[in-house]
Every structure is written in structure tokens, then in C-alpha cells.
């Protein structure tokens, strides 16, 4: 049977099964073929289709799976227990994939910090997805030191950070800022991303005195919003 002759939802599945029976929705918009559907919003129908087939279950947002493969894919991924530590860290280091990628489609060199190079976004090692084997030389070393630990940085074409993203998926908020402080001469943005539920956390500690030379400059991102970012990757140019 032709592609053509197929419904919307099963080409989904096939592309799905192709990838290895799972997808993000940045992945299914770059790889089904659209030419024959007839709606001008793909990436919504897509997105659809997902969410309300039965053949689907989520594995974090903007991240789905088919039915058939749960068992082999919360295997591949170390999920299978929910374990709750696994689950922190596969999460952390998703946000941090999906950073990575938006930071490359948008032409940035790309950082994540050396104790972060080995894990896991999705099947590859953050390393392989980064432009940057270190960070660049920009600062003063007992600077330099604590922006090395930042969990993505994107620097620019003159070698200078351009953005500072930490992701705060259960660890103190309040860290990241400080971190934040430390670089605040910098001309470049400063991202806390984190769930929804954090928003409130966040600003409640942005409020405290110390942190008013930055109050400012803080950006506080969801993680729905890192997902739809990189969802809309190959047809418009985002920079969070």
C-alpha cells in the first residue's frame, strides 16, 4: 500500500515504527511526508493524531510512543521501573537535548557541561549533538569555572555566550541564579527551564533583594514552550 492511499494516522505509526517506535513531535514534523495532506496546519494535525490515538502513550511532553513498543522503549530509556532518580535524570537531559538542537537549528555553537557530555538525549550522547567539545576561553577563570557548569550555553559566531540555560526539574532554583549573578556583566540572556508548577517558586525567590541587579534579565521558560519550540524547528527560526 502507497503512502498516498494511507490514512494521516497511519503514516504517523509508520514514521513513528521507522524511528524506532517512538518520536518527538520536532522529529515527526521533519519526517512525514506532507505533500499529500490537505490542511494547511500539518504540524497541529500531527499533533492531534498523537494525542487522541489510543496507538500513542506520552513520555514527556512533546515526546510520544506507540502502544505496540511501550515495553521496549521505557526499557531503552530506563524507564520501565519509574524509578524516581532515572526519571529525573532522563527529563533533565531531554530539556537539555531539545535546548541544544533549537541553539544548533539557530546557527549558535552549542555547550553542555563536561559531567553531562555522557547522558543520554533520547538514544545519543549530548556530546554528539554539541558543537563544542569545551567551553570557550571568555572570561576570567574563577568566572569561567561557574559558567562550565551551566546545563546549555549557546555562544555566538564571535565566541561569546549569546544565551545561559539551566534546567530546574526538581533541583534548587535558587542555585542556577546565583550562577546567573556571577555572570550578570555579561550581554547575554539568562533561561530557568523548568514545569509550569515552578513559575510561582521561581518568582518568589527572584523577588529577594540579592538577585535584583538580574530581576530583569531572568527569563523563566515551561517546558511546553521548549517543546513547541523545537516542534516548529524546520519550518520557522525560534530562539526561546
Given at each position: 500500500?502507497?503512502?498516498?492511499?494511507?490514512?494521516?494516522?497511519?503514516?504517523?505509526?509508520?514514521?513513528?515504527?521507522?524511528?524506532?517506535?517512538?518520536?518527538?513531535?520536532?522529529?515527526?514534523?521533519?519526517?512525514?511526508?506532507?505533500?499529500?495532506?490537505?490542511?494547511?496546519?500539518?504540524?497541529?494535525?500531527?499533533?492531534?493524531?498523537?494525542?487522541?490515538?489510543?496507538?500513542?502513550?506520552?513520555?514527556?511532553?512533546?515526546?510520544?510512543?506507540?502502544?505496540?513498543?511501550?515495553?521496549?522503549?521505557?526499557?531503552?530509556?530506563?524507564?520501565?521501573?519509574?524509578?524516581?532518580?532515572?526519571?529525573?535524570?532522563?527529563?533533565?537531559?531531554y530539556?537539555?537535548?531539545?535546548?541544544?538542537?533549537?541553539?544548533?537549528?539557530?546557527?549558535?555553537?552549542?555547550?553542555v557541561?563536561?559531567?553531562?557530555?555522557?547522558?543520554?538525549?533520547?538514544?545519543?550522547?549530548?556530546?554528539?549533538?554539541?558543537?563544542?567539545?569545551?567551553?570557550?576561553?571568555?572570561?576570567?577563570?574563577?568566572?569561567?569555572?561557574?559558567?562550565?557548569?551551566?546545563?546549555?550555553?549557546?555562544?555566538?559566531?564571535?565566541?561569546?555566550?549569546?544565551s545561559?540555560?539551566?534546567?530546574?526539574?526538581?533541583?534548587?532554583?535558587?542555585?542556577s541564579?546565583?550562577?546567573?549573578f556571577?555572570?550578570?556583566?555579561?550581554?547575554?540572556?539568562?533561561?530557568?527551564?523548568?514545569?509550569?508548577?515552578?513559575?510561582?517558586?521561581?518568582?518568589?525567590?527572584?523577588?529577594?533583594?540579592?538577585?535584583?541587579?538580574?530581576?530583569?534579565?531572568?527569563?523563566?521558560?515551561?517546558?511546553?514552550?521548549?517543546?513547541?519550540?523545537?516542534?516548529?524547528?524546520?519550518?520557522?527560526?525560534?530562539?526561546?
Amino acid at each position: 500500500m502507497h503512502n498516498k492511499m494511507k490514512t494521516q494516522t497511519e503514516q504517523v505509526i509508520d514514521v513513528m515504527r521507522q524511528n524506532g517506535g517512538y518520536a518527538t513531535f520536532g522529529q515527526l514534523n521533519h519526517l512525514i511526508d506532507f505533500s499529500t495532506w490537505k490542511t494547511k496546519t500539518p504540524y497541529a494535525t500531527v499533533r492531534r493524531i498523537v494525542q487522541l490515538s489510543d496507538a500513542f502513550f506520552k513520555i514527556q511532553p512533546g515526546l510520544w510512543a506507540l502502544k505496540e513498543f511501550e515495553n521496549d522503549v521505557l526499557s531503552k530509556f530506563q524507564l520501565k521501573t519509574q524509578n524516581r532518580r532515572q526519571v529525573e535524570l532522563f527529563t533533565h537531559s531531554y530539556y537539555q537535548g531539545l535546548i541544544v538542537e533549537i541553539g544548533n537549528m539557530n546557527k549558535f555553537q552549542t555547550y553542555v557541561p563536561p559531567q553531562d557530555k555522557n547522558r543520554l538525549f533520547l538514544e545519543k550522547p549530548l556530546k554528539e549533538l554539541t558543537g563544542l567539545p569545551e567551553i570557550y576561553n571568555f572570561t576570567y577563570p574563577e568566572i569561567l569555572r561557574k559558567a562550565a557548569t551551566i546545563d546549555v550555553i549557546w555562544f555566538n559566531e564571535r565566541k561569546l555566550p549569546h544565551s545561559f540555560f539551566e534546567v530546574e526539574h526538581s533541583t534548587d532554583i535558587q542555585n542556577s541564579l546565583t550562577k546567573f549573578f556571577e555572570l550578570q556583566d555579561y550581554f547575554a540572556r539568562f533561561f530557568i527551564i523548568a514545569d509550569e508548577s515552578r513559575r510561582r517558586q521561581f518568582s518568589d525567590i527572584m523577588k529577594k533583594s540579592i538577585f535584583a541587579p538580574i530581576k530583569n534579565r531572568v527569563i523563566f521558560a515551561d517546558y511546553e514552550n521548549i517543546v513547541n519550540q523545537h516542534s516548529n524547528m524546520s519550518k520557522t527560526k525560534y530562539v526561546i
